[in-house]
């Protein structure tokens, strides 16, 4: 096996905005393996844990391995607890969101979103003044969640008629 080659501390910097940048070119691989050697050089550096966290549900439904409870073992070394809260609706709402083109009941992705809602509100009722993150993220969620349920809804109430006809309103066909 390769021994991996630490990074020094002076590095760290240049490192994290390095795996930010490969976060946005959807590289989430190598924005992991990044993270894990700034963390390796400094354990408790928070900006490389969130780094990783998100880098790691990058890759939610994307076929490669990663479980939900690896990310969400993460979460107790952060150390502020807003951003534990924050974080934890954001890796529930990832999860969800990656079930929902997975073919998975929508009811279970549903579910995963609503739990992420129930983060976001411990969040943004300790959240700092001016952040409005948990808001946003919340608001997603629902509308989400609302689209959902409107399809849903909407595919209910298709008559036979409807559905034989192609039009989704219940107006009775002309005959």
């Avoid at 930010?20 to 691989?29: N, T």
């Avoid at 992705?109 to 129930?118: K, N, P, S």
Wanted: glycine residues 6%; contains cysteine; proline residues 6%.
């Amino acid at each position: 096996m390769l021994q991996l080659k630490p990074i020094s501390t002076e590095a760290i910097p240049g490192a994290l905005a390095k795996a930010e940048r490969y976060r946005i070119l959807d590289e989430p691989l190598e924005a992991e393996s990044i993270c894990r050697d700034i963390l390796r050089a400094d354990p408790d550096n928070q900006p490389g844990l969130v780094t990783l966290l998100l880098s790691l549900t990058d890759q939610f439904g994307k076929g490669f391995g990663v479980s939900l409870e690896a990310v969400q073992r993460l979460l107790p070394q952060l150390q502020d607890e807003y951003e534990r809260a924050y974080y934890a609706g954001v890796i529930l709402e990832r999860w969800g969101k990656a079930q929902l083109p997975s073919g998975m009941s929508s009811r279970s992705a549903y579910d995963w979103l609503r739990e992420a809602m129930r983060w976001y509100d411990q969040a943004e009722a300790i959240r700092p003044p001016g952040n409005d993150e948990a808001i946003l993220r919340w608001n997603t969620c629902a509308r989400i969640i609302n689209q959902g349920s409107e399809t849903e809804t909407t595919a209910l109430r298709r008559t036979p008629a409807a559905l034989e006809s192609g039009f989704d309103d219940e107006v009775p066909r002309r005959l």
